[in-house]
């Protein structure tokens, strides 16, 4: 089997996440790709199957030993990160890596696999529907809101870079296009 990669990546908040729980829901041949996180735990989330939970020695101790297909410091001393094990162990079961990851990271990981990865950006229909998204979440300060705002802006800047970008103004045809590329690219009928 090829090793490709399905990236998709979105400014918080677009619709990335709920995008990619439906294909992987629909597409048995796609495994999600677990990242690694310097952050804090949420209530609901477990370790090896949300994130790889790592205090910042051993996130750092990875970096040294070269473990990572790709890794940033999304936020202020919160590094994210892609561990090359992870995809290696979603290769090994005869399936494709689904890679919801930031912007950075996934460029770096397009740059390492080139025609093997598929780069897919969700686009917002705008900033201020995206405001709107962050704010009915219900789980953002004004402080945090802005942060991302600004991130998103940052980020929106990248979305040329990306093999195919989406925009979703309406989420199942933002699911549908995402799901025919990811097919067309995998070749499955």
């Given at each position: 089997?090829?090793?490709?990669?399905?990236?998709?990546?979105?400014?918080?908040?677009?619709?990335?996440?709920?995008?990619?729980?439906?294909?992987?829901?629909?597409?048995?041949?796609?495994?999600?790709?677990?990242?690694?996180?310097?952050?804090?735990?949420?209530?609901?989330?477990?370790?090896?199957?949300?994130?790889?939970?790592l205090?910042?020695?051993?996130?750092?101790?990875?970096?040294?030993?070269?473990?990572?297909?790709?890794?940033?410091?999304?936020?202020?001393g919160?590094?994210?990160?892609?561990?090359?094990?992870?995809?290696?162990?979603?290769?090994?079961?005869?399936?494709?890596?689904?890679?919801?990851?930031?912007?950075?990271?996934?460029?770096?990981?397009?740059?390492?696999?080139?025609?093997?990865?598929?780069?897919?950006?969700?686009?917002?229909?705008?900033?201020?529907?995206?405001?709107?998204?962050?704010?009915?979440?219900?789980?953002?300060?004004?402080?945090?809101?802005?942060?991302?705002?600004?991130?998103?802006?940052?980020?929106?800047s990248?979305?040329?870079?990306?093999?195919?970008?989406?925009?979703?103004?309406?989420?199942?045809?933002?699911y549908?296009?995402?799901?025919?590329?990811?097919?067309?690219?995998?070749?499955?009928?």
């Amino acid at each position: 089997m090829e090793k490709k990669i399905i990236i998709v990546t979105a400014p918080s908040g677009a619709g990335k996440t709920t995008i990619v729980k439906k294909l992987l829901a629909n597409m048995p041949v796609l495994s999600f790709s677990i990242s690694a996180s310097t952050r804090t735990p949420r209530a609901s989330e477990v370790h090896g199957k949300d994130y790889y939970f790592l205090s910042a020695d051993e996130f750092h101790q990875q970096i040294e030993e070269n473990a990572f297909a790709e890794y940033e410091m999304v936020y202020a001393g919160k590094y994210y990160g892609t561990l090359k094990s992870e995809l290696e162990r979603i290769w090994n079961n005869e399936q494709i890596p689904m890679v919801d990851i930031d912007v950075k990271g996934a460029l770096s990981i397009k740059e390492k696999y080139h025609q093997h990865a598929l780069t897919i950006f969700i686009q917002p229909p705008s900033l201020d529907a995206l405001r709107v998204r962050l704010s009915e979440r219900g789980t953002e300060t004004q402080a945090s809101l802005d942060e991302r705002l600004a991130k998103a802006r940052y980020e929106l800047s990248f979305a040329h870079e990306f093999d195919q970008i989406v925009v979703n103004d309406e989420l199942e045809k933002a699911y549908e296009e995402v799901k025919k590329l990811v097919t067309d690219f995998l070749n499955i009928k």
